[in-house]
């Protein structure tokens, strides 16, 4: 018999990875308003959401620091110190954003208006150079489901899902059975080109070892080999001339190719470069084939901050609104360049870590200003913040709408409500709207 | 005992990813992502045990961590430390005006220092803060 104190909610988007995971069954104790139970998640979608139940590491209440210490202060008082900050600050850097809902980021994309600021989200300092090369040259992509259901060669570049997108093999490119691909892994071929023999690599049909840093090589000769030219030396990025050429072969002959790519192209060497090759050799193998790419985005909704930001300016991230218009020049109002010239003067982040994730040096000046965060969790950047804002966690403790890393934009649900007095982050950005309009007098 | 011309390269596992949701300022995250793993033949010359702490060392600063062995090896050559605040201390933080920084692929140096300490990941970033 069901326990009347659980309550099941099926069917419950995972906001975790970009794979956004639309099958978890989730068990809450109503009463207590806990997670108990997480079913078909993985190990890190598990421990999202029972990372949601009230611990030592969760914001409940907003906190001022004051001397040193964190005194906890009424939302009204948290808004109003945190918009004489934005307000006072003459280039304030708004950032974060991947890990909350469209809705959310919306409003982000006002109170930057607003402020005059800079609006950036996390896809700067990971998928931006795919960002800028599919601007440059397009991109050939389809959805997860085409390539579950077609894909008979699947090239993992640069990417270890193993790790990073723990489900991402079954649900849709390599275990997984598909309508041409009855035989689910018996019927595909996986390639991995990585530096190391990745846990992916050894899952791998053919493992292409490459030297860091020398992708953009290995890739423009992939696309010599395609035209018919002979390469006159032995080994390319580490890779034997025979190996390459192998690899070719099998890329030509399948019926249904995919290269899903990741930061192992973004952030080494010639960066954007980089993309703009994969992208123009999965052009030029529609010539034999029929080949598509899908970049392998690693927050949740970074691809919904993508479309909503591009969708309200007409640029995906790095966006400068100091002339009271939109701007767009990344390596300029992205992120760590603002933070590592020390062009800013205040920050507010939301749903993220910079702190953690940013380049020591980058990391240091952002100390040196106000600093402002929308945070669920404690982390190093909400610990050395002036304001924490407590959110509910979207997606587990409230709705909203994410892009999966193929652009699918997925309803989240609401599992369980938040504790303590966490207003969402669409609240939040919304009052931090209305107090800024009101001091600017609006 | 040190190893010089190594290439370092920083990457997602999924224990990082595991500790990072709602665990970042815990052990769990240092056990996690303050470590650098090494080509099981490349660790011999460093002449320690499994686990004793390390400093690596690139052009964009050191950080300490602890060794292990590589799980994805072989990668001769090759070092990796999970992506997060220890790892951020040394990648090189030049985008090449695109503005990802350079996380993967900077030459490194490791030395051996088995009286070093692991700081974890509040009190290493708090060096930042004070700096």
Redesign the interface.
């Known amino acids: 018999m069901a326990d009347k104190n659980i309550r099941t909610v099926t069917d419950v988007i995972c906001p975790?990875c970009g794979t956004l995971c639309d099958d978890l069954e989730i068990d809450i104790d109503i009463k207590e308003q806990k997670v108990i139970e997480v079913r078909n998640g993985?190990?890190?979608g598990t421990?999202?959401f029972?990372?949601?139940n009230p611990?030592e590491?969760?914001y409940n209440k907003p906190l001022i620091k004051d001397n040193g210490a964190y005194k906890e202060v009424s939302w009204d008082e948290a808004i109003d110190k945190s918009a004489d900050i934005l307000v006072k600050a003459k280039r304030p850097l708004l950032y974060g954003f991947s890990s909350t809902e469209c809705e959310a980021q919306g409003q982000a994309v006002e109170l930057a208006e607003l402020l005059g600021g800079v609006l950036d989200n996390t896809a700067?300092?990971?998928h931006?150079?795919s960002l800028?090369a599919i601007q440059d040259v397009g991109a050939p992509t389809s959805t997860l489901g085409e390539y579950k259901n077609r894909a008979d060669l699947v090239v993992f570049w640069g990417s270890?899902p193993?790790?990073?997108h723990?489900r991402h093999l079954g649900r849709y490119s390599d275990f997984i059975r598909g309508y041409f691909r009855k035989d689910g892994t018996n019927d595909r071929f996986i390639v991995v080109v990585d530096?190391?023999?990745?846990?992916t690599?050894?899952l791998a049909d053919m493992h292409i070892?490459i030297n860091?840093?020398e992708d953009y090589e290995l890739l423009n000769a992939i696309r010599a080999i395609l035209r018919g030219v002979e390469l006159d030396i032995d080994e390319i990025s580490g890779v034997p001339k025979n190996k390459i050429i192998e690899l070719v072969n099998a890329l030509k002959s399948c019926n249904f190719g995919v290269i899903f790519f990741g930061?192992?192209l973004?952030?080494?060497?010639s960066?954007?470069r980089n993309i703009d090759a994969a992208i123009c050799l999965t052009r030029e193998l529609n010539d034999h084939t029929k080949f598509l790419l899908t970049p392998m985005r690693?927050h949740y909704n970074v691809a919904g901050a993508n479309q909503v930001f591009t969708w309200q300016t007409g640029y995906s991230?790095?966006i400068d609104f100091s002339k009271g218009y939109p701007r767009y020049n990344?390596?300029?109002f992205?992120?760590?360049?603002l933070l590592?010239k020390d062009e800013m003067d205040a920050c507010l982040i939301v749903a993220s870590?910079p702190?953690?994730?940013?380049?020591?040096?980058?990391?240091?000046n952002m100390?040196k200003h106000p600093l402002i965060t929308i945070e669920p969790?404690?982390?190093?950047t909400s610990?050395?913040s002036d304001i924490i804002l407590p959110p509910a966690i979207a997606g587990i403790e409230c709705e909203g709408t994410a892009y999966r890393m193929d652009s699918v934009p997925l309803r989240l649900r609401k599992v369980k409500e938040a504790p303590g007095k966490c207003l969402t982050d669409k609240e939040i950005l919304e009052r931090l709207v209305e107090a800024v309009r009101s001091k600017k007098g609006e | 005992m040190s190893i010089n011309n190594l290439i370092l390269i920083t990457c997602r596992t999924i224990n990082q990813g595991v500790a990072l949701e709602g665990g970042k300022n815990t052990k769990e995250n240092v056990r996690a992502a303050g470590i650098c793993a090494f080509d099981k033949e490349d660790f011999k010359k460093l002449d320690c045990l499994v686990g004793t702490p390390v400093k690596v060392i690139t052009d964009h600063g050191e950080v300490v961590v602890y060794s292990t062995i590589s799980e994805e090896g072989p990668h001769p050559g090759i070092i990796f430390i999970p992506m997060g605040p220890w790892a951020n201390q040394v990648v090189n933080p030049d985008s090449q005006a695109c503005g990802t920084p350079t996380y993967k692929g900077m030459k490194a140096r490791v030395e051996a220092i088995p009286s070093g300490k692991v700081l974890d990941a509040v009190n290493l970033i708090k060096l930042l803060r004070e700096a």
């Not at chain 1, 702190?355 to 240091?364: G, Y």
């Not at chain 1, 969790?377 to 190093?380: D, I, Q, S, W, Y």
Request: glycine share 6%.
């Open positions: 975790f993985c190990q890190i421990r999202k029972f990372s949601s611990s590491h969760r700067s300092v990971c931006g150079p800028l270890n193993v790790h990073a723990p530096p190391r023999n990745t846990n690599a050894q070892q860091p840093n930061m192992g973004t952030q080494t060497l960066h954007h690693g991230y790095s990344p390596g300029e992205s992120s760590v360049d590592m870590d702190a953690s994730n940013f380049p020591a040096a980058a990391v240091k100390f969790h404690h982390t190093p610990v050395n």
